[in-house]
């Protein structure tokens, strides 16, 4: 949708990071933060963060937290 002028080049250069080590990344939709995913585990995130920090990136883990869907037995009143 955004063109990469728009979305600027440490924006990107972030992406191609982890997405050279075999993480996925995405962006976060804030601008200037991505989420990765490491698959392989903790070794591939080792390789993020030692690439990140060599490309001039903060690596901090995010914390997964329970979902707030609610169980199908439970209705919603209108």
Do not use: H, W, Y
């Amino acid at each position: 949708m955004f063109g990469d002028e728009v979305l600027g080049e440490k924006n990107i250069r972030m992406v191609q990071v982890a997405q050279g080590v075999g993480a996925a990344c995405k962006f976060t939709g804030s601008g200037g933060a991505a989420i990765a995913f490491c698959p392989n585990g903790g070794s591939q995130v080792k390789q993020l963060e030692d690439a990140c920090k060599a490309a001039g990136f903060t690596v901090e883990r995010a914390l997964i937290g329970p979902s707030f869907v609610m169980p199908s037995s439970t209705s919603v009143q209108e």
